[in-house]
């Protein structure tokens, strides 16, 4: 397997419904419901990380018979502090109210 440059983000780390023990990496409050691959990818875009590659077809290796999908961003920042910039923005997506 080819090891890939950039820091693997999977949906289920920002699971509000998911235990930490079940893949859940932020805190609660930092966490939404479901998250889905496209506002993943719009919320590292709004954190100031441009370079992002979607794999929407994975599946978490915990939940295998769930087709979640992950993405990659490549970054020289430490995963822990890209976990935290893209959940922040999650959060800020989902409390914006829907445009028409």
């Known amino acids: 397997m080819k090891k890939r440059e950039g820091k693997i983000i999977w949906t289920v780390y920002f699971d509000s ?7 859940r990496r932020v805190p609660k409050v930092l966490s939404v419901e479901k998250p889905r691959v496209d506002e993943l ?3 590292a875009k709004n954190a100031g990380y441009t370079d992002v590659l979607i ?3 994975k ?9 979640e999908g992950r993405i ?9 502090v890209v976990l935290k910039k893209i959940a922040v923005e ?5 409390r914006e109210p829907k445009k028409k």
Request: proline share 6%; aromatic share 12%.
């Open 41 to 43: 990818v719009l919320a």
């Open 90 to 94: 999650l959060v800020k997506l989902r």
């Open 59 to 67: 599946k978490f290796p915990a939940f295998w018979y769930e087709s």
């Open 55 to 57: 794999e929407s077809d």
């Open 72 to 80: 990659i961003v490549r970054t020289a920042d430490r995963k822990s």
């Open 17 to 23: 419904l998911k235990p930490r023990d079940k893949g």
